[in-house]
């Protein structure tokens, strides 16, 4: 089993919060460092979704940030930061996310099902289509 694999089980298997984010920035940092751009968005989601739970909302966004940057966008990683956004009351900065959301989940193929996970988010937050411009 290589290392990543192994840093990866062990974090999940972890049942706390802060060794879980140890072991998932360990293997983070490994993953970036060999660029393995597959280990760097699950690391970075990970880590982000863990921050997420310990409501570490903006470290969460420097977590999900990271995956646009060295692995490419996607539709989900934008819903996420949107939605972190949201909870740190920037409107505007979530706004811009969720636009980018709609805009890759149009254009990649294997993406459209993301637009109905963000007309739910819009919805939940008084937000439409229209309010992303």
């Known amino acids: 089993m290589s290392k990543l ?16 984010l140890r072991l998932l920035d360990e293997g983070l940092a ?26 570490s909302f903006a470290r969460a966004i420097d977590y999900f940030a990271l995956i646009p940057r060295h692995v ?27 636009k980018t959301c709609r805009e890759v989940a149009l254009r990649k193929k294997g993406q459209k099902q993301a637009i109905k996970f963000l007309e739910q988010e819009l919805r939940r937050n008084h937000l439409t289509l229209a309010d992303l411009g």
């Open 72 to 98: 490419g966008n996607d539709a989900w990683t934008h819903l996420s930061l949107g939605k972190l956004h949201l909870a740190l009351g920037e409107r505007e900065q979530a706004l811009a996310c969720f």
């Open 30 to 55: 490994q993953a970036l460092a060999w660029n393995e751009t597959g280990y760097i968005a699950l690391f970075a989601k990970l880590a982000g979704q863990t921050c997420e739970q310990l409501g």
């Open 5 to 20: 694999a192994d840093l990866l089980n062990r974090a999940h298997a972890s049942a706390d919060g802060d060794e879980r």
